[in-house]
């Protein structure tokens, strides 16, 4: 597993980052971790979602906040700097089953959770909750021969901003329980928090390897 820290300026081009791997993937037999931090504000909304129904088109032309679509599936998500995002892709394996990927995904969270002291657990489908708040989403897609699964982590967020931009969702995990998104949602700040991106970076590379094993990082020698 090559696990790469690499932020593009805005979520558009991180997104096409991730694309443009998971095409080779299958071809060069690349299973790659990447990390990166959301820029400026942006929703990204799941393959499959239709805009109407989740973005309030008006707010965010107002506002300046780019619309998206990722290739992967899952819900709307608001980007901002403060948030922390994983990629990972490998070549599709045989099985078409979705919840290994989740799982890895889930078990990575958790651990750079648990480097700061806080408990998460699998919610919903894909989620990591503390508590019965959403910390964590994570979404996949099997294109192009690979498996592509995104994932987020809530360091630090603008609820208010979130509130003007996404509608509700028009399906929501049940533990949701009809929430908006500031009584939902929580982030490692509002925990009490209040590591840097330099300490939180290396705690997201022990939980890779934790996660993964042995692994080669961008930029060290093996």
Known sequence: MEIVFQSA???????AIDNAVARTAWGTGLHRLRFWWGG???????????????VDAEACARLGVDVLKRSTGG???????????????TPAPVSLDPKPGFRQGI????AILAAFGV???????SDVAVGDRKISGNAQARRWKAVL????LLVDFDHDLADAVLKHPPREPAYRRERNHRDFLV????????????A???????????????????????
Do not use: K, W
Not at 107 to 110: E, F, P, R, T, W
């Open 119 to 125: 408990v998460g657990r699998p919610a919903g489908t």
């Open 149 to 152: 699964v995104h994932g987020t």
């Open 187 to 198: 982030t490692l700040r509002s925990l009490g928090v209040n590591a840097d991106r330099s």
């Open 107 to 110: 078990d990575l969270i958790c």
């Open 200 to 222: 939180i970076e290396r705690a997201a590379l022990n939980a890779a390897r934790q996660a993964f094993g042995p692994t080669q990082v961008a930029g060290e020698s093996a």
């Open 40 to 54: 400026p504000p942006a929703v990204v909304m799941g393959s499959s979602e239709r805009p109407e129904q989740v």
């Open 75 to 89: 819900g709307s998500v608001l980007q901002t700097g403060g948030v922390l995002n994983y990629s990972l892709i």
């Open 9 to 15: 300026p805005t979520v558009a081009g991180n997104l």
